[in-house]
Nanobody, 123 residues
Framework: VQLQASGGGLVQAGGSQRLTCAASGHPFGRFAMGWFRQAPGKEREFVAT????????SYGDSIKGRFTISRDNTKNMVFLQMNDLKPEDTAVYFC?????????????????WGQGTQVTVSS
């Protein structure tokens, strides 16, 4: 499975941004997906995860109520809608896939990773 994350860039605090993760190389609908982020000098942090049907989602505490994960299995894509962005959201955002149908908040349970997309929030 190849994952390609896109949609990052520079945005002002309080603004919105939508990240897209496009998957190829395997039937997408049976994989749970996740988004993680890593800021300079910090460990990788869980952002959001979604089950293969999209019926179950979970979010990291720092972004609850501001970010929404969704997926379109017909297009092999996962999305992360980010609203009310804050400078502390600045990081490289990675999408990941795991070969089971339920999501996870733990990066070690993911089998495939995209290359990451930089999100920079200015104050």
């Amino acid at each position: 499975v190849q994952l390609q994350a896109s949609g990052g860039g520079l945005v002002q605090a309080g603004g919105s941004q939508r990240l897209t993760c496009a998957a190829s190389g395997h039937p997408f609908g049976r994989f749970a997906m996740g988004w993680f982020r890593q800021a300079p000098g910090k460990e990788r942090e869980f952002v959001a995860t979604i089950s293969w049907t999209g019926g179950q989602v979970s979010y990291g505490d720092s972004i609850k109520g501001r970010f929404t994960i969704s997926r379109d299995n017909t297009k092999n894509m996962v999305f992360l809608q980010m609203n009310d962005l804050k400078p502390e959201d600045t990081a490289v955002y990675f999408c990941a896939a795991r070969r089971v149908t339920s999501g996870s908040a733990y990066s070690r349970y993911y089998n495939y990773w995209g290359q990451g997309t930089q999100v920079t929030v200015s104050s």
